[in-house]
């Protein structure tokens, strides 16, 4: 994984000018079909998750007053985990996005909505919908890429603390509700500056966090507990509700990381959002997301955001619109020479965590290790861990050499198979 601009081979290179502008014409000719069409049956669908999450959420707490039994808990656990994945992903996100304002409906709307999240709606909003979808993929402006703790392209100079990125990535995952809201505030940047210089703008939105970790807290972690109290079953509904928590954030996790950092993704430069146009910004959110293929019920449990192309092209479209416009978003991939990056949700997992554990060693180090060199490979790693930027640099230069000069010979092999 490398920026673009700086591959061998560019996936845009045989694309003029006017492809491009042609292809965002085409792009927009989807988006206004399915502005045009929305209605009623839209309007019931989302009608109907919001009621169905209710009921279910509902229904599982109710079931947790009696949490003692093991089946109550096991039975209850299941429906609260999923009734706040409903609520975060088909629900809470897509509305922020705005999918639903078409409706007027003041209760389903981007301005109101506050869903049930550590992150206050108005701070995700902002970091999500007007950083992360403006500036996709773009390393140094999209902080959504490894959030701001993890090494994320090749061209990022290697240090030692990414060998444990892996686990940052890990407890991210388990806690990423709370992730998400230290990421909205700009938590780390802002606590290196001293107290008495941050602005005051950080200090009002830090105490607006701390208030909807407070709300939460308590409905998850003592009102419904202690609503529990009578029937003797206080911890096993706290458990259950931490247990509930647990699985959303890590199903969250998931998905997203599966929409932007499997392998076939790319990344983008600064420099190269400069006099973007807008068939320019369809094209980087095409090359810059991943669809996770699966079933009706996988992509109600995605949020849709299993259609995360089609997402990043049009986020603000009803999210049940996705998968009937995906085939001729696919069909535009194909007919422009460009990769429609789809796969089963494993697999999309798989290669997300295969390019942090990657990216987290040094360039090449990962696909230059056999078991026969293996020794060698791990001496060279302690020497780069423990040696100093100096040595680590000194290292890179070789290794890069060396790569370089195996891409040569074999480029002279082929060439002369070929003749």
Same mark, same amino acid.
């Given at each position: 994984?490398?920026?673009?601009?700086?591959?061998?081979?560019?996936?845009?290179?045989?694309?003029?000018?006017?492809?491009?502008?042609?292809?965002?014409?085409?792009?927009?000719?989807?988006?206004?079909?399915?502005?045009?069409?929305?209605?009623?049956?839209?309007?019931?669908?989302?009608?109907?998750?919001?009621?169905?999450?209710?009921? #279910? *959420?509902?229904?599982?707490?109710?079931? #947790?007053?009696?949490?003692?039994?093991? &089946?109550?808990?096991?039975?209850?656990?299941?429906?609260?985990?999923?009734?706040?994945?409903?609520? @975060?992903?088909?629900?809470?996100?897509?509305?922020?996005?705005?999918?639903?304002?078409?409706?007027?409906?003041?209760?389903? =709307?981007?301005?109101?909505?506050?869903?049930?999240?550590?992150?206050?709606?108005?701070?995700?909003?902002? +970091? =999500?919908?007007?950083?992360?979808?403006?500036?996709?993929?773009?390393?140094? $402006?999209? @902080?959504?890429?490894?959030?701001?703790?993890?090494?994320?392209?090749?061209?990022?100079?290697? /240090?030692?603390?990414?060998?444990?990125?892996?686990?940052?990535?890990?407890?991210?995952?388990?806690?990423?509700?709370?992730?998400?809201?230290?990421?909205?505030?700009?938590?780390?940047?802002?606590?290196?500056?001293?107290?008495?210089?941050?602005?005051?703008?950080?200090?009002?939105?830090?105490?607006?966090?701390?208030?909807?970790?407070?709300?939460?807290?308590?409905?998850?972690?003592?009102?419904?507990?202690? !609503? +529990?109290?009578?029937?003797?079953?206080?911890?096993?509904?706290?458990?259950?509700?931490?247990?509930? @928590?647990?699985?959303?954030? !890590?199903?969250?996790?998931?998905?997203?990381?599966?929409?932007?950092?499997?392998?076939?993704?790319?990344?983008?430069? $600064?420099?190269?959002? *400069?006099?973007?146009?807008?068939?320019?910004?369809?094209?980087?959110?095409?090359?810059?997301?991943? @669809?996770?293929?699966?079933?009706?019920? %996988?992509?109600? %449990?995605?949020?849709?955001?299993?259609?995360?192309?089609?997402?990043?092209?049009?986020?603000? !479209?009803?999210?049940?619109?996705?998968?009937?416009?995906?085939?001729?978003?696919?069909?535009?991939?194909?007919?422009?020479?460009?990769?429609?990056?789809?796969?089963? !949700?494993?697999?999309?997992?798989?290669?997300?965590? =295969?390019?942090?554990?990657?990216?987290? #060693?040094?360039?090449?180090?990962?696909?230059?290790?056999?078991?026969?060199?293996?020794?060698?490979?791990?001496?060279?790693?302690?020497? %780069?861990?423990?040696?100093? &930027?100096?040595?680590?640099?000194?290292?890179?230069?070789?290794? $890069?050499? /060396?790569?370089?000069?195996?891409?040569?010979?074999?480029?002279?092999?082929?060439?002369?198979?070929?003749?």
């Amino acid at each position: 994984m490398t920026v673009l601009q700086k591959k061998d081979v560019n996936p845009t290179a045989h694309l003029s000018e006017d492809d491009i502008a042609m292809l965002g014409i085409e792009l927009d000719a989807i988006r206004q079909e399915v502005l045009d069409s929305r209605g009623a049956s839209d309007a019931a669908y989302i009608r109907k998750v919001i009621k169905v999450q209710r009921g #279910l *959420e509902a229904g599982s707490r109710a079931v #947790l007053l009696f949490s003692v039994l093991p &089946p109550a808990w096991l039975l209850g656990t299941a429906g609260l985990s999923v009734a706040k994945i409903l609520e @975060n992903m088909e629900i809470g996100h897509n509305i922020m996005h705005g999918q639903w304002d078409w409706m007027r409906d003041p209760k389903i =709307h981007s301005t109101t909505w506050e869903w049930d999240n550590a992150s206050p709606s108005e701070q995700w909003k902002h +970091s =999500h919908n007007e950083l992360h979808h403006t500036y996709t993929n773009v390393v140094g $402006k999209d @902080n959504d890429l490894g959030y701001g703790i993890m090494r994320v392209d090749e061209d990022q100079r290697w /240090m030692p603390f990414y060998l444990a990125q892996p686990l940052w990535n890990f407890i991210n995952a388990c806690f990423f509700e709370y992730g998400i809201a230290a990421y909205d505030l700009e938590l780390g940047k802002n606590l290196a500056i001293p107290k008495e210089k941050r602005t005051q703008d950080f200090k009002d939105r830090a105490r607006q966090t701390l208030r909807k970790i407070r709300k939460q807290a308590t409905k998850d972690y003592l009102v419904h507990p202690a !609503l +529990s109290i009578p029937t003797g079953s206080f911890l096993p509904t706290l458990t259950a509700n931490f247990t509930a @928590n647990l699985v959303r954030n !890590l199903w969250t996790h998931s998905v997203i990381m599966c929409g932007h950092f499997p392998e076939g993704v790319e990344t983008f430069e $600064k420099s190269s959002i *400069e006099g973007e146009t807008r068939g320019d910004w369809y094209l980087r959110q095409m090359l810059g997301s991943a @669809n996770i293929s699966g079933s009706a019920a %996988m992509h109600l %449990m995605t949020g849709n955001l299993s259609f995360q192309i089609e997402h990043h092209l049009y986020p603000d !479209l009803p999210s049940n619109r996705y998968a009937e416009i995906a085939p001729q978003v696919q069909e535009i991939f194909d007919r422009y020479g460009l990769t429609y990056v789809t796969a089963p !949700l494993p697999k999309q997992v798989y290669s997300a965590w =295969h390019k942090i554990v990657r990216l987290s #060693l040094p360039n090449g180090w990962l696909d230059d290790t056999t078991v026969k060199n293996a020794p060698e490979q791990l001496t060279k790693l302690w020497k %780069m861990t423990t040696g100093g &930027p100096k040595v680590r640099r000194a290292i890179e230069a070789r290794d $890069k050499q /060396m790569r370089r000069r195996k891409a040569d010979e074999k480029q002279r092999e082929l060439a002369d198979a070929v003749a």
